[in-house]
Structures are given as C-alpha cells and as structure tokens.
C-alpha cells in the first residue's frame, strides 16, 4: 500500500486520477459499453475496405482453386496486422471441383429458332459429354409430379424442376429450405428415372438473369449433369414449354473433379486473461461460388469476425477468455475446415464455451438465433434488452452456423448473427454477389452487434 504521507501533492493527484479511471470502468454498465462498441464499430471503414479488396481481388474463391490459396495469404495478413498474440494457418484436405469453359444452354424450338437461356452448374456436379446434351425438357413443381411420371415419359430426357420461391415468406431462408431440395437431390431422383440431365430454377425471389449455383449430391443413382437456371429464363422456358411442348434442350457444362488440395483456416488467438482455457471462436467462411465475388456470402463474415478482436482492442477491453477470430475454409462444398477445426479442438482438449458464425449476409442485423439448451438460451436472451436501442430485436433457439455446427458435440453454446433475409437470396451463390450489394453501415453495425454478445459472454460466461 503506499504510503500517503510522504507522497507530495501531485503524485496523490496523478493517483487519484489513476483510480478514478479504474473505478470509472470497472463500474461502467453493460449499456455504455455497449454504446461505445457500437460508435467504434461506426467510425471504422476498415473492415468495409478490406471486404473490397478480397471481393475485387479474390473472387470465384471456391476450395481448392489457386485463387483460394491468395485469398488464405491475404486474410491471414490482414489478420497479422491486428494485434493478435498468435495467428496461424490450420490445415485441412479440401476437393477441387472446377467448373471448365462457360456452360451452354439453348432452347430450340420446333421452329428451330434458339433462344439462350443464363446457366451454370450446379457444384459437385459431372459434365456432359463432350458435344453436350439435346433432349427434351419434362417440366415438374415437385417430386410427386416426377413420381407420376415416370420412366415412360422421364427416361432420356431433361427434367426442369420449376418451383419459385415463395415471395410471401417475410424469413427467405424459410422458402429457400422448400426448394434447395431440388438443387440438391434432383439429379438423383431424375435419374432414377432415366433423365439425361436436370435445369433447376434458382432459389431465389428475385426476377433477373443470374443463374444461381450451389452444392449438389449424388445419391445411390447414375451420376447425370445437374443446371441452374435464371429465374427470368425459367420463366422463358416454362412459356416456350407450353407453346410446344416437343422443344429441344441443349445443355453442355465442362466440369470436372481434380485432384484434392492442401488448404488451410486461418485463425488469430488473443489469450484470455482470466480464463485462458475457455475458448470462445468468432467466424466465418472464405470459400465463395466460383461465380462470385463473394462479397455477402461470406467475405463479409469474414470482416466482421475480425472486426470483434478490431473494436475491443480500440477500446482497450482485453477478454477474460481466450478469443479466436476462425476464417473457415470450404463451406460451400464439403465442410472440411469447420470439421478439421472440431477434430482438433477435442484432440487438443480445447474446452470452446461459446462460438459465433456470420452466414446470413451482411445486412442490417436483426438478431441472433441460438443452438444451445434451455439454461444457456435463457441466460443469452437476457441480454436482449441491451441490443434494442440497435434494432436487435430477435433471439431464437433454432440453428447456427455449418461451420461451427461441428462444436455441437462438445457442449459449445453456438449462435449465428441474423441480418436482413429479405434480399440474401438475391446475391446468394450468383454473379450478384459482389462488392457493391453490401451496404458499409450494415457491415458495421453488424460487427457491432457481434462484439456486443461477445463482450457479453466473455464477462459473464455460460452454464
Ligand atoms: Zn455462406
């Protein structure tokens, strides 16, 4: 303790002064620091020039390609000019499937006028033979429509799955989980049937000429090539359909698997100060569609992440548990980055309390949705009144993010931030997806929110 009576006057005054700051924030509310992570997060553009620079620099980042490779370099460079104590890259095997020469879809009518339809194919998909496919087209809303049809109309040609999206859903994610199926299974249950190909409609609401892609699986059946099409030219085909329904298809896509590659998340760790084996991950995924910048899905998850670690230590708030910002690999195709990440955090006995993804876009934040028991969902959702003078006004217990889904087994409380779904699908997986659709107040009030539940649970912690 030190001795008052022989201090002078003005180092008593230099010592009152140091512990007045000190009172003044350890007794500062939860509501003030939220404020002040919230004007941070406002008067920093950081993250929004960085998501510029990886959207225009390294789009079409799909895994395994050369280009992911650059985007992995930059981001962990990125990451190495922020403080972190550590950063390092994690390997992980991912597959590289390449998309080859631009593909081909022509509409020719018994007229034999041709009309160009805006395709691509769907990820994980086979080529066509080399001179492509021609056939007729077997348009369905369903699967039940495919069943009554059957081999006897279905067998050798191409079936159109044409289920819109339903526009009246406010939660686009929910119309999204009643047509993905299509995109995803299609091939195999047409081909059960003897199709020579599948055009999907593209999950989206939105009325334009951008084909959508996305993952596809193979399932006990002959392996046939699988198509996106635009919304605009899904219509124009249904139309055309109708008129005659003898027209011919003609489908040529060139993709192919080839051989798998090293890879890599990259990930930058602040110890924590009080709790150094408590983890809490914060993160995102940097793999994008091939097709793509990849600015809202997932670039800007990406940002925002490392925002959290930006804004606290603007601040100057050091966390009691260890932070790891995680910059995913592989999302889109087959997970591997988010599975190598649980693999090694139960072979290393990393106890992860609590985990955050960003992979709803990159609009104005509305809330979080949890995946976590009854105690824990309870004791996050406490914190909801705080986030209401932002506009946060959703906290629900159903489903995170897939890349931290794999803690699930490790008794991790997983959450995903939620942002506007309105317009996520109109970007989703298409050339859409670029720089420009992202609105920079959105980026960063979202980074915003996220630091604010962070703080929040590494001061008070979990059950
Ligand atoms: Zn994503």
Request: aromatic share 10%; charged share 25%; with cysteine.
């Amino acid at each position: 303790m030190p001795n008052f009576k022989i201090m002078n006057y003005k180092t008593l005054l230099q010592l009152s002064a140091i512990l007045l700051i000190a009172v003044g924030c350890s007794t500062r509310s939860d509501k003030d620091f939220i404020a002040d992570i919230y004007k941070t997060a406002s008067c920093d553009s950081t993250s929004y020039h960085n998501l510029r620079v990886l959207s225009k620099n390294y789009p079409n980042r799909l895994c395994g390609t050369s280009i992911s490779a650059k985007a992995i370099e930059y981001m962990k460079e990125v990451i190495q000019g922020e403080k972190f104590d550590t950063v390092y890259l994690q390997e992980c095997t991912v597959a590289h499937w390449d998309r080859g020469v631009k593909e081909i879809g022509t509409v020719y009518s018994s007229k034999n006028d041709k009309i160009k339809l805006a395709v691509c194919a769907l990820g994980n998909s086979v080529g066509t033979p080399v001179n492509g496919i021609k056939a007729e087209v077997v348009e369905v809303k369903s699967f039940e429509e495919l069943d009554k049809l059957g081999e006897r109309i279905v067998k050798g040609k191409i079936v159109f799955f044409n289920k819109s999206m339903d526009p009246n859903k406010i939660n686009s994610f929910e119309a999204y989980g009643e047509v993905v199926g299509f995109r995803f299974a299609g091939a195999s249950f047409a081909a059960k049937y003897g199709a020579a190909a599948i055009l999907v409609r593209s999950c989206t609401t939105a009325i334009d000429t951008f084909p959508h892609t996305g993952v596809m699986r193979y399932k006990d059946s002959k392996e046939i090539p699988a198509f996106a099409v635009s919304t605009v030219h899904a219509d124009v085909l249904s139309k055309l359909l109708k008129e005659d329904s003898r027209l011919s298809l003609y489908l040529k896509s060139d993709c192919k698997f080839l051989s798998d590659e090293k890879s890599y998340n990259v990930i930058g760790e602040i110890k924590g100060s009080e709790f150094p084996d408590e983890i809490i991950t914060v993160g995102g995924h940097l793999d994008a569609w091939d097709i793509t910048e990849g600015a809202h899905d997932d670039g800007g998850g990406c940002v925002q992440s490392i925002d959290v670690w930006r804004i606290f230590s603007k601040i100057g708030y050091h966390p009691k548990r260890t932070l790891r910002v995680v910059i995913f690999m592989d999302e889109e195709m087959n997970q591997r980055g988010g599975k190598k990440y649980a693999e090694m955090a139960r072979l290393n006995n990393k106890k992860h309390i609590f985990a955050l993804e960003s992979d709803g876009g990159c609009d104005k934040p509305i809330g979080f949705s949890l995946e976590t028991d009854s105690t824990n969902f309870k004791k996050v959702g406490l914190y909801s009144n705080l986030f209401k003078p932002y506009g946060i006004n959703n906290f629900i217990n159903g489903g995170s993010g897939v890349d931290i889904g794999f803690l699930k087994d490790q008794k991790t409380v997983l959450a995903e931030i939620m942002a506007d779904p309105t317009h996520y699908f109109d970007y989703h997986h298409s050339g859409y997806d670029t720089f420009e659709r992202v609105n920079k107040e959105f980026l960063q009030q979202g980074s915003a929110t996220m630091a604010s539940l962070i703080y929040l649970v590494d001061k008070y912690g979990l059950k």
